[in-house]
Antibody, heavy 119, light 113 residues
Framework: QVQLQESGPGLVNPSETLSLTCDVS??????????YSWVRQPAGKELEWIGR???????NYNPSLKGRATFSVDTSKNQFSLKLYSVTAADTAVYYC???????????WGQGTLVTVSS | DIVMTQSPDSLAVSLGERATITCKSS????????????LTWYQQKPGQPPRSLIY???TRESGVPDRFSGSGSGTDFTLTISSLQAEDVAFYYC?????????FGQGTKLEIK
C-alpha cells in the first residue's frame, strides 16, 4: 500500500516562499500509471486543488494561484515538492499531497501538514 | 474553469435513514472517448485527509461499503447513503477531473439527527 507523507516548515513569513516535500513509500514515483497532486484546505473551508505533476515533469497548475506555484519531482528520492512564492496570510492552510490514478481521482493522500503564514 | 456546486451545505439524517447529496457542474463531465463521467466523491472526517469513495460518478472504491452509491450524468450527480451509520458523519466533497483545474465542490456536512 502506497503511503505519502508531507514535510516542511509549519511557519512561513509573509512575502517569502513556502516549500513542502511529499515522500512516497510503497511504490515507485516513476511509474507512469500515476500523477501526484497538491491540495490545500484553509481551516473550516473547502478543498482547493493546487495542481499536479507527472514523473515525467509535466505539470498543471490552478490559475487561481496566479503563477506563484512550482512543482518538482525527484525520482531518485521518490519524492515530489511544492514551492509557493510570495505567500500571504491567505495561503495559511493544511496542505495535502496525494496520488492520482488514470481514472483521474486521488486514491491515496498524505495526512496533511499545517502551514501558517505569519510574521 | 468548471464550477462545482453542492447541495445542501449541511444535512441531518436519522440513523438508518437515507442521505442524499447532490453536485452540479457548470459543464458536462462526460468524456466522450470512453463514455465516463469524471466526477469523484470524497469523504473527510475531522482531522483526517479526504478519502475517495466513488469515482467515474458511480464506481465504488475498493473497500467502500455498498451503502454508498453514486449516480448521475451530464452536469447533475448524486451521492446516496442508503442507511446512515454513525461512522458516516463527515464532510462530503465532489470533484471534477475532466478539465484542469480539478475543482472541488464547497462540501456538505452530514450529521446525525
Amino acid at each position: 500500500q502506497v503511503q505519502l507523507q508531507e514535510s516542511g516548515p509549519g511557519l512561513v513569513n509573509p512575502s517569502e516562499t513556502l516549500s513542502l516535500t511529499c515522500d512516497v513509500s510503497g511504490g515507485s514515483i516513476s511509474s507512469g500509471s500515476y500523477y501526484y497532486s497538491w491540495v490545500r484546505q484553509p481551516a473550516g473551508k473547502e478543498l482547493e486543488w493546487i495542481g499536479r505533476i507527472y514523473s515525467s515533469g509535466t505539470t498543471n497548475y490552478n490559475p487561481s494561484l496566479k503563477g506563484r506555484a512550482t512543482f518538482s519531482v525527484d525520482t531518485s528520492k521518490n519524492q515530489f515538492s511544492l514551492k509557493l512564492y510570495s505567500v500571504t496570510a491567505a495561503d495559511t492552510a493544511v496542505y495535502y499531497c496525494a496520488r492520482g490514478v488514470k481514472a483521474e481521482h486521488l486514491d491515496n493522500w498524505g495526512q496533511g501538514t499545517l502551514v501558517t503564514v505569519s510574521s | 474553469d468548471i464550477v462545482m456546486t453542492q447541495s445542501p451545505d449541511s444535512l441531518a439524517v436519522s440513523l438508518g435513514e437515507r442521505a442524499t447529496i447532490t453536485c452540479k457542474s457548470s459543464q458536462s463531465l462526460l468524456y466522450r472517448y470512453n463514455n465516463k463521467h469524471y466526477l469523484t466523491w470524497y469523504q473527510q472526517k475531522p482531522g483526517q485527509p479526504p478519502r475517495s469513495l466513488i469515482y467515474w460518478a458511480s464506481t465504488r472504491e475498493s473497500g467502500v461499503p455498498d451503502r454508498f452509491s453514486g449516480s448521475g450524468s451530464g452536469t447533475d450527480f448524486t451521492l446516496t447513503i442508503s442507511s446512515l451509520q454513525a461512522e458516516d458523519v463527515a464532510f462530503y466533497y465532489c470533484q471534477q477531473s475532466l478539465s484542469a483545474p480539478y475543482n472541488f465542490g464547497q462540501g456538505t456536512k452530514l450529521e446525525i439527527k
